[in-house]
């Protein structure tokens, strides 16, 4: 039984949209159409049923479509802060690095990764140029990363919240913080469809070859992957 006064709608509501109420019949998007019509039924049975009484009447759920895995996420994101069922990013492809990876980089090290926007902040410097300060996350962590004027007015458009990001960037060491100072960036949207894959190496990533490999072992797809060697302007394809 549930006390409509310690727990009332609201609070219901926002438990289904989180997950909190999945083991019950129905799915989520079910539960919120009905969630109504059994407060009603609350209020009309009285506050307690005897024990081992058959409950006094029988829920019929719409037939709705599910939420979607993303409507689900962000959900679950606005209401508690993180996510539950799963993440954003899980539906692109992987990144050689994660946000935990770079915690022991060292100073001035390339890393490319996946990320999610978070939260952006967009200031004037002393030039009256526009850069922005940009929180992002990954299923491994957080961190900030600086984008400065003349990156900036290249990929402004992609600074919104909830965006998925490909980013090439280098590792900021300060007081054993790490930032990301953003070179390039890409929407992951427009890369969800592409035929093949290109991967630029450069002598520093050269000695990640084998961690490259490794992922790509690990997530394999219909993608025509090619290595691009920047010091030799060679290609080879995996």
Do not use: W
């Not at 049923?49 to 959900?75: G, K, S």
């Not at 992951?188 to 630029?200: F, H, P, T």
């Amino acid at each position: 039984r549930v006390n409509l006064r310690l727990c009332n709608s609201r609070v219901m509501e926002s438990l289904i949209q989180v997950g909190a109420m999945d083991s019950l019949p129905g799915n989520r998007k079910q539960k919120l159409a009905i969630l109504d019509d059994a407060v009603e039924a609350n209020r009309d049975s009285g506050d307690q049923l005897p024990l081992f009484q058959e409950f006094p009447y029988e829920i019929t759920y719409p037939d709705l479509a599910p939420f979607t895995p993303l409507e689900q996420l962000e959900f679950e994101q606005e209401l508690i802060g993180f996510y539950v069922s799963g993440h954003p990013l899980e539906e692109y492809p992987a990144s050689i690095y994660n946000i935990k990876q770079i915690e022991s980089l060292p100073n001035r090290a390339r890393v490319e990764l996946s990320l999610l926007i978070s939260n952006v902040k967009i200031i004037q410097t002393k030039r009256a140029e526009t850069m922005a300060f940009v929180e992002v996350s990954d299923q491994t962590g957080t961190v900030e990363m600086v984008v400065f004027p003349d990156v900036y007015r290249e990929i402004r458009m992609l600074l919104r919240v909830g965006e998925g990001i490909g980013v090439t960037a280098t590792v900021q060491v300060s007081d054993k913080k790490r930032k990301l100072i953003v070179a390039e960036m890409i929407a992951l949207d427009s890369i969800k469809n592409a035929k093949k894959l290109y991967i630029r190496i450069s002598e520093q990533t050269e000695k990640k070859i084998k961690t490259i490999k490794d992922v790509l072992e690990n997530h394999r797809g219909n993608l025509s992957v090619f290595l691009y060697y920047e010091h030799t302007k060679s290609m080879l394809e995996l």
